[in-house]
């Protein structure tokens, strides 16, 4: 199973929208809904920040919202700020019965 | 407040065995199923295994199919992760997580929340 394809690095400055997108088969984002994404500043275990595509967990910012459309998931991150910067990664559930991460995108603030 | 404690990470040789331990709290642990994720230095994160809140359904990922064993005690809210084979490509940290959604490890759940996560490095 191979990684989903994800953008290795976007940046904004603060205020702006940030989109990572992050690509697939059939045979995982295009065909399951529960996709998921984590957020990891250096040096600290992930976060999730989006499940089920676009349901944000008790506490994450509703700067932080999801979409998908066919085998490519995108999260956006409105109003970026510099607690923002970090490392985020998709997963999604595949067809094999296993779960399959993103390569990752390193977000920074200018 | 939930709270996911790896232990048990160390350095060892290529082919031997190291066992990985995760005690659980601030939850019902006995309620959801558990996940192991590794992550190499500098590099993404990749699912390892995950098991039911019974034991009684498992999955692993081909990497390490047959070399590696999940297993959990829920009157000791502990899971396991017995590795045997190692290999260099295994060196990683390797994170806890607890299923986000229930019982059942798989269907297309998420992790939440992880483990600060304990470093294995093999290396002869």
């Known amino acids: 199973q191979s990684a989903l394809t994800q953008p290795p690095s976007v940046s904004g400055s603060p205020g702006q929208s940030v989109t990572i997108s992050c690509t697939g088969t059939?045979?995982?984002?295009?065909?399951?809904?529960?996709v998921s994404w984590y957020q990891q500043p250096p040096g600290t275990a992930p976060k999730l920040v989006l499940y089920?595509?676009?349901n944000r967990p008790s506490g994450v910012p509703d700067r932080f919202s999801g979409s998908k459309s066919g085998n490519t998931a995108s999260l956006t991150i409105s109003g970026l700020q510099a607690e923002d910067e970090a490392d985020y990664y998709c997963?999604?559930?595949?067809?094999?019965?296993?779960?399959?991460f993103g390569t990752g995108t390193k977000v920074t603030v200018l | 407040e939930v709270q996911l404690v790896e232990s048990g990470g160390g350095l060892v040789q290529p082919g031997r065995s190291l066992r990985l331990s995760c005690a659980a709290s601030?939850?019902?642990?006995?309620?959801?199923?558990m996940h192991w994720v590794r992550q190499p230095p500098g590099k993404g994160l990749e699912w390892v295994s995950g098991?039911?809140?019974?034991?009684?359904?498992?999955g692993y990922a081909d990497s390490v199919k047959g070399r590696f064993t999940i297993s959990r005690d829920n009157a000791r809210n502990s899971l396991y992760l017995q590795m045997n084979s190692l290999r260099a490509e295994d060196t990683a940290l390797y994170y806890c997580?607890?299923?986000?959604?229930?019982?059942?490890?798989?269907?297309?759940?998420?992790?939440?929340?992880w483990g600060q996560g304990t470093l294995v490095t093999v290396s002869s």
């Open positions: 997963s999604s559930y595949t067809s094999s019965s296993t779960y399959v």
């Open positions: 089920e595509v676009s």
């Open positions: 059939s045979n995982d984002v295009g065909t399951y809904n529960r």
């Open positions: 997580a607890k299923d986000g959604y229930g019982g059942s490890w798989y269907g297309g759940n998420w992790f939440d929340p």
């Open positions: 601030g939850f019902s642990f006995d309620d959801y199923a």
């Open positions: 098991i039911s809140w019974n034991g009684g359904s498992i």
